[in-house]
Antibody, heavy 121, light 107 residues
Framework: EVQLAESGGNLVQPGGSLRLSCAAS????????MTWVRQAPGKGLEWVAN????????YYVDSVKGRITLSRDNAKNAVFLQMNSLRAEDTALYYC??????????????WGRGTQVTVSS | DIQVTQSPSAMSASIGDRVTMTCRAS??????LAWFQQKPGKVPKRLIY???SLESGVPSRFSGSGSGTEFTLTISGLQPEDFATYYC?????????FGQGTKVEIK
């Protein structure tokens, strides 16, 4: 069974840092683009970042460029989101997802349950 | 970055109604658009990919159309389980942008 499990969310002060992790099971992430999507309380979905299967290509939404870095460890079957200089507007539930839309033939989408990031003093 | 404008932001409809929502992209994205359904407290679920391809297991009352910059999701014969928020996602050039969402409520 394909599963994605996020961790690392927490309450952090403005300007602080967090590292989110996404552990995959039931498939090898080495074959797939992986994505982070976030959802602020009561708001819509926001695409945050994508990383290609070998980690050489990464794309970010403009609002996080220079502050957030996406990486992956295919040997550990995990994806990471390093978040620095956090702002109140980064407060959201962060989902790790295998959207299945970037890999060539479209495959099923899988989502984790999310990890909560709250930026507040 | 490509912007996506989704409309309407909310609609009220009755069981059995045909409902339509639209996403407009700020530039040509071919057919690189997907539709997702999200219910309160749940993770999103993909309904449509490549603008018009129905996800396996999704009821045929859901349909998508469009290409280029204008796309539509139609639900033909609204069912109680369809009351939810719907989002489009453009995924051109390995980047993504979600629409603002359309909340379908019971009239």
């Amino acid at each position: 069974e394909v599963q994605l499990a996020e961790s690392g969310g927490n309450l952090v002060q403005p300007g602080g840092s967090l590292r989110l992790s996404c552990a995959a099971s039931g498939f090898s992430i080495s074959n797939y683009w992986m994505t982070w999507v976030r959802q602020a309380p009561g708001k819509g979905l926001e695409w945050v970042a994508n990383i290609n299967p070998n980690g050489a290509e990464k794309y970010y939404v403009d609002s996080v460029k220079g502050r957030i870095t996406l990486s992956r460890d295919n040997a550990k079957n995990a994806v990471f989101l390093q978040m620095n200089s956090l702002r109140a507007e980064d407060t959201a539930l962060y989902y790790c997802a295998r959207l299945g839309l970037f890999d060539g033939p479209v495959s099923s989408d899988y989502w984790g349950r999310g990890t909560q990031v709250t930026v507040s003093s | 970055d490509i912007q996506v404008t989704q409309s309407p932001s909310a609609m009220s409809a009755s069981i059995g109604d045909r409902v339509t929502m639209t996403c407009r992209a700020s530039q040509d994205i071919s057919i690189y658009l997907a539709w997702f359904q999200q219910k309160p407290g749940k993770v999103p679920k993909r309904l449509i990919y490549r603008a018009s391809s129905l996800e396996s297991g999704v009821p045929s009352r859901f349909s998508g159309s469009g290409s280029g910059t204008e796309f539509t999701l139609t639900i033909s014969g609204l069912q109680p389980e369809d009351f939810a928020t719907y989002y489009c996602l453009q995924h051109h050039n390995y980047r993504g942008t979600f629409g603002q969402g359309t909340k379908v409520e019971i009239k």
